[in-house]
């Protein structure tokens, strides 16, 4: 079966090349280039994932559409790292700067791999949904179906973008506050790359969600979930909704994912590691969770404070294990073991999410016992049969707090809890700051801190003076 190069698809105005100017860079003529001319070639590129497993005769090349940033997991709470486990990891300065909330983690030479990664998935995109307007072969389903694939998978990396690199979206100062760029077509010269506010790049995605839905099929197979669904499109919908505590729509799009694709696993049929110490996921092509497969590479060494947040005979702390005991080195810091196994790291969108944002909508729109139907749904599945309680909480500000904490416990391989903190500092005042230290240095983020948008590398900017830098507290 034939490979599309996926030369022509990391090519974008933002990726400088070493001692090239502007202007020479956009004149590069990529090499050993085939250009797409029909709906095979078409769904091949779509296909381009990072996981080489999903369909027999296609292997996909190195970065694709699967791929997620991964970056921001070092400024959460969730995570606690030493200089043994930067050893461990092989972590970079770049990802100890982040950690420690330095002003500008880059030199003026290196790239940012999270920026990198979205803007090529973003120009992939363009291109497939510019061709795809000229291709002759195919029915008008079948090229709908493809355009609004490309499109969920641009909304998809504006939304991680502009929650990376923007303070969070706020009704009151979105349509002032810096965004991204937006980049809607092809083209390599004379593009202008100001930052759209953050109203402009929420109103894109959501226009991108919708214009695709009718045209996507309810769910995909088990074996090609890295494809977008109308369950995909609604999840991902229900999340931007959250987002802007849109709560009304939040829980009517998360109705519309599962009243298409609700199933949660019992983890107490996953099995365990081969020493008993770990309970392992399955695979992702049997994890009936997984509505849409992105994948996550990050690995969590956890802070007690998540830790605490487990109760005894909750399973998912089978799901970690001692550094000690992993490693072989002298420590009891708890780490999410099955990051090193061969088990699935998929992120994106999975029916737990919709459940804890019904839970979450319902709580705070004081449907109390809609909320505590759902957390049980949840939560009978993740408990020891003999521990499991049913939840029946009443008060609706400790049923909000408690459907956060959940989040935090189920979603521990997602990489959402920084996201989530800058919402609920926001939208609740929780006053939530993250302090780190490191080889005896603490930094503090503050709640209110402009230092929760991530900087922008400067070498993006040198080439491109229009990206204006964010302000720095």
């Known amino acids: 079966m034939k490979i599309i190069k996926y030369s022509v698809l990391v090519m974008l105005a933002l990726f400088i090349v070493s001692s090239c100017t502007r202007e020479n860079y956009l004149d590069f003529e990529p090499k050993g280039l085939v250009i797409p001319n029909n709906l095979i070639d078409y769904r091949l590129l779509l296909d381009n994932i990072s996981e080489p497993i999903f369909i027999e005769n296609i292997v996909p090349l190195?970065?694709?559409?699967?791929?997620?940033?991964?970056?921001?997991?070092?400024?959460?709470?969730?995570?606690?790292?030493?200089?043994?486990?930067?050893?461990?990891?092989?972590?970079?300065?770049?990802?100890?700067?982040?950690?420690?909330?330095?002003?500008?983690?880059?030199?003026?030479?290196?790239?940012?791999?999270?920026?990198?990664?979205?803007?090529?998935q973003i120009y992939a995109a363009n291109v497939i949904i510019d061709g795809l307007s000229r291709v002759e072969d195919g029915t008008a389903e079948e090229i709908a179906e493809l355009v609004g694939e490309a499109k969920l998978h641009r909304a998809y990396a504006y939304f991680n973008l502009v929650n990376l690199y923007g303070l969070h979206?706020?009704?009151?100062?979105?349509?002032?506050?810096?965004?991204?760029?937006?980049?809607?077509?092809?083209?390599?010269?004379?593009v202008d790359l100001t930052r759209a506010s953050v109203q402009e790049v929420y109103d894109f995605v959501i226009a991108d969600i919708t214009e695709s839905i009718d045209a996507l099929p309810d769910v995909q197979a088990l074996n090609k979930r890295f494809r977008p669904s109308k369950a995909a499109a609604f999840g991902l919908l229900s999340k931007v909704y959250l987002y802007q505590a849109r709560y009304d729509e939040a829980l009517e799009a998360s109705n519309g994912v599962l009243g298409l694709?609700?199933?949660?696993?019992?983890?107490?049929?996953?099995?365990?590691?081969?020493?008993?110490?770990?309970?392992?996921?399955?695979?992702i092509q049997g994890d009936l969770e997984i509505i849409w497969f992105k994948n996550r590479s990050n690995s969590l060494f956890a802070s007690d404070e998540l830790i605490d947040l487990y109760a005894i005979g909750d399973l998912r702390m089978e799901w970690f294990t001692t550094v000690s005991d992993f490693f072989g080195i002298d420590s009891n810091q708890f780490i999410l073991a099955f990051d090193f196994g061969p088990n699935n790291q998929a992120d994106g969108i999975q029916s737990t999410d919709m459940y804890l944002i019904r839970a979450e909508c319902n709580a705070r729109l004081g449907n109390l016992d809609a909320a505590n139907a759902?957390?049980?749904?949840?939560?009978?599945?993740?408990?020891?049969?003999?521990?499991?309680?049913?939840?029946?909480?009443?008060?609706?500000?400790?049923?909000?707090?408690?459907?956060?904490?959940?989040?935090?416990?189920?979603?521990?391989?997602?990489?959402?809890?920084?996201?989530?903190i800058?919402?609920?500092?926001?939208?609740?005042?929780?006053?939530?700051?993250?302090?780190?230290?490191?080889?005896?240095?603490?930094?503090?983020?503050?709640?209110?801190?402009?230092?929760?948008?991530?900087?922008?590398?400067p070498r993006y900017i040198l080439f491109n003076p229009e990206i204006e830098q964010n302000p720095r507290d």
């Open 62 to 120: 190195t970065v694709g559409f699967g791929e997620k940033h991964g970056r921001n997991v070092f400024m959460s709470d969730n995570l606690t790292l030493d200089e043994d486990v930067i050893t461990i990891l092989g972590l970079s300065r770049i990802d100890r700067n982040t950690y420690l909330f330095a002003e500008n983690s880059f030199t003026n030479q290196e790239n940012d791999r999270d920026w990198d990664n979205y803007y090529n």
């Open 169 to 190: 979206y706020n009704p009151a100062s979105a349509g002032t506050d810096l965004g991204v760029p937006i980049r809607k077509g092809i083209e390599l010269e004379n």
């Open 261 to 283: 694709s609700g199933i949660i696993r019992d983890i107490n049929d996953d099995e365990f590691n081969s020493s008993g110490t770990v309970r392992l996921l399955p695979s």
């Open 374 to 420: 759902d957390l049980n749904a949840l939560r009978i599945n993740r408990f020891d049969s003999f521990a499991f309680e049913p939840l029946n909480i009443t008060d609706q500000a400790t049923l909000i707090q408690f459907v956060k904490d959940e989040r935090r416990r189920e979603k521990v391989r997602s990489l959402d809890r920084t996201f989530d």
């Open 422 to 457: 800058k919402r609920y500092n926001l939208f609740d005042n929780d006053q939530i700051t993250v302090s780190h230290t490191l080889d005896g240095i603490t930094t503090t983020l503050l709640p209110n801190s402009k230092n929760w948008a991530m900087p922008i590398a």
